[in-house]
C-alpha cells in the first residue's frame, strides 16, 4: 500500500517540496544559462515557426501529431550529423530543436554548466547520456546559475 501525503512525515515533504521547486526553477534558468539572456529577453538566434500548409492543416489531430514527431526526430538527425545536435539525454530534448534549433546539452553537461529545462527534468528521470554527471549535480548546478544571475546588477 502506498504511503498518503498525510502519513509522510514533514521532512520527507519539505524535501519532496524542495525538489519539485528547484525542477521548476531549473527548467527555466537552464535554458537561460545555456543560450544566453535573462528571463523574459528574446534569444537572437531564436527559431521562428513557419504557418502550416493547407494540406497539414487538413489532417486529422492525430495525424498531425504523428507527422510533427516524425519531422523532429528527422530534423534532430540531420542537425546532429552537422554537428548541431548533441543532447545529454535519451531519448533527445525537443526543447533545444524547437527554441533554438540546435542542441548543445551534453557539451554544456561535460563542462560543468547547466542544461535546458528539458534535458534536466530528463536526467531526474534516470534518462541521462553523459558519464560522470548525475541529475543531483546538474540541480546543484542550475542553483548555483540562479543565486549568480540573482546577484547580476539589474536582477532581483
Not at 500500500?1 to 528547484?22: E, G, N, Q, Y
Not at 531564436?46 to 502550416?52: K, S
Not at 489531430?61 to 534532430?76: F, H, I, L, N, P
Not at 545529454?88 to 554548466?113: D, F, I, Q, Y
Amino acid at each position: 500500500m502506498r504511503p498518503s501525503i498525510r502519513s509522510l512525515r514533514p521532512s520527507t515533504l519539505h524535501r519532496c517540496s524542495a525538489l519539485l521547486l528547484a525542477l521548476s526553477l531549473a527548467a527555466c534558468a537552464a535554458y537561460q544559462a545555456q543560450h544566453g539572456g535573462a528571463p523574459g529577453r528574446s534569444s537572437a538566434a531564436a527559431v521562428e515557426a513557419a504557418a502550416p500548409g493547407q494540406e497539414f492543416t487538413e489532417l486529422p489531430e492525430e495525424r498531425q501529431v504523428s507527422q510533427v514527431r516524425g519531422e523532429a526526430d528527422e530534423t534532430k538527425k540531420s542537425l546532429a550529423a552537422h554537428g548541431k545536435y548533441a543532447c545529454c539525454v535519451r531519448p533527445t530534448c525537443n526543447e533545444c530543436l524547437l527554441k533554438r534549433g540546435e542542441c548543445h546539452c551534453r557539451e554544456v553537461a561535460r563542462k560543468g554548466g547547466p542544461c535546458c529545462g528539458e534535458c534536466t527534468e530528463d536526467y531526474v528521470r534516470g534518462r541521462g547520456a553523459v558519464e560522470g554527471v548525475s541529475a543531483w549535480e546538474l540541480l546543484e548546478r542550475r542553483k548555483h546559475m540562479l543565486d549568480d544571475w540573482g546577484k547580476s546588477p539589474g536582477n532581483p
